[in-house]
């Protein structure tokens, strides 16, 4: 079954970048595609330690599998499972300091396997072949030539190794709280017309 999987990326609940992915989210739903919706924030994610061990096959992360008792109980493979098996993938996630919050960075960082995969085995699917992935940006800032720069490459890298292309994103800048995003109902349209849209097409 197609379903979009959602991953809510701020580690508060209910602000601007929530409510923007809600917004989305219903514009898919209501044109028929299942909706997974998973806040990072209420996943335990282990930092990458950089130890090496993904780097030879099977490519297994010593977090994922357990085998490093320093660590704490890992749940990134939850989320790769979920995103292995997603028919559309959205990223919705504030800017902080013109990148990515700490704890999506974290996963970011945990792909090194799937990256070390791909590059042995020389196995990268043709991006047109890939999975669409999108995004929304948020921002309080106005102003900045390079505000999403930095997140937007940052993706782009993480969504490579996942066979996922970015595809779409918006970038909402002056959203400092919900009321900023309420009092453009011209964005609160578009989001759900976007959702809508790509819901349409990957049912199609």
């Known amino acids: 079954m197609k379903e979009a999987v959602i991953l809510l990326c701020s580690p508060r609940a209910g602000g601007v970048s929530d409510t923007a992915a809600r917004l989305f989210s219903q514009g898919l739903t209501d044109a028929g595609m ?116 930095g997140a937007l490459l940052s993706l782009r890298l993480f969504f490579a190794p996942l066979n996922i292309s970015l595809r779409e994103n918006r970038q909402l800048r002056g959203m400092e709280t919900l009321a900023n995003l309420k009092e453009r109902p011209a964005v609160t349209a578009g989001l759900y017309a976007w959702g809508h849209d790509w819901g349409r097409t990957c049912i199609a």
């Open 34 to 149: 299942p909706v997974r919706l998973l806040p990072l924030r209420d996943y335990n994610i282990a930092p990458c330690t950089a130890c090496g061990a993904c780097a030879t096959p099977p490519h297994h992360c010593v977090l994922s599998d357990g085998q490093d008792a320093s660590s704490e109980t890992d749940d990134a493979h939850l989320l790769f499972d979920a995103i292995s098996s997603a028919s559309l993938l959205l990223v919705a996630s504030p800017i902080y300091f013109y990148h990515l919050p700490a704890h999506f960075k974290a996963l970011v960082d945990r792909t090194q396997r799937f990256w070390e995969r791909q590059h042995h085995t020389r196995r990268r699917l043709p991006e047109a072949e890939c999975r669409p992935g999108l995004a929304i940006l948020t921002a309080g800032r106005l102003k900045g030539h390079q505000l999403f720069t």
